[in-house]
């Protein structure tokens, strides 16, 4: 089997890589590429390719990941290589819902002979994500945001009021296009666009996500107050699309409309837009997953 390694500039130097690499190469017919810009992965890709390599494995974080699906979703679907992890992120959010070995020369070994599956991807406008595309303050979660809003992105309930107080989102008033609905959304602070479970370093943001069923997960906050906490945290915990503060849905295609950009993470790159068109694409590459994977029909 013809191997391409895609390794992430910023961890191809790290010792416990360079020892995986040496220990892989000595039973793999395996080529390495190092990125130093955006757009690497895509050239490498074409290499590849024109190299008859029938294993593409990336080593890096989501940002690696998302770089690697938009690459594969420019070509024709026979075309396209399966897809193989070696996580090398700081949060690796999609690798470990994915519950893909996390250590470095285990996951070598995973990507050439663990289970395949077909799994969807998402675009969203001229963009692909695999994972999760997190809107509005959720697109804001960075290190310096304080931990209360984090874990109550996770659903995790803890200290609203703190929440709250720290951080003065103003909030977007947007609508909401599905194929069974449309909903004007006044008021909204935060949404995630879910085809995988987590987001933001662990924050399980749609337990209920599955990589493989055609769907998307859309989970929305909107604006609410202390008073509304208790049903806020109730809603969390039963959501539903008739929710007053927490909208839940599952479907194929979602169209946001709003009257200002609203600030989009897309497997935590950035992106802005006032309208955008999200549709899953079923099927549409081949991955390396455990076939006992939670996010997995």
Known sequence: MKITIVLNGKKAQLPEVRSAIAAFRKTEDVQIRVTYEYGDVVRFLDEALANGVERFIIGGGDGSVNEAVNALAQLPRAERPVLALMPLGTANDFARACTIPLECLE??????????????????????????????????????????????????????????????????????????????????????IANGRQAGGGQVLAPRAMINDGLLDIVSIIQFKLVDIPKVLWEIQNPSANGQFIKYLQVPWLECHAHDEIPVNLDGEPYHSSTICFEVMPGAIDLVIPKDAPCLM
Do not use: C
């Not at 692909?128 to 809107?135: G, P, Q």
């Not at 069974?180 to 602070?189: A, C, R, S």
């Open 107 to 192: 996951a070598l070994h995973f990507a050439v002979h663990g289970n395949i599956a077909a799994i969807d991807i998402v675009k969203a406008n001229e963009r692909h994500f695999v994972n999760m595309a997190t809107v509005g303050f959720g697109a804001q979660v960075t290190a310096q945001t304080p931990v209360e809003l984090k874990n109550f992105l996770g659903g995790g309930a803890y200290t609203l009021t703190g929440v709250l107080k720290a951080l003065d989102f103003a909030p977007y008033k947007s609508k909401i296009v599905t194929p069974q609905h449309e909903l004007d959304l006044h008021g909204i602070i935060a949404g995630a």
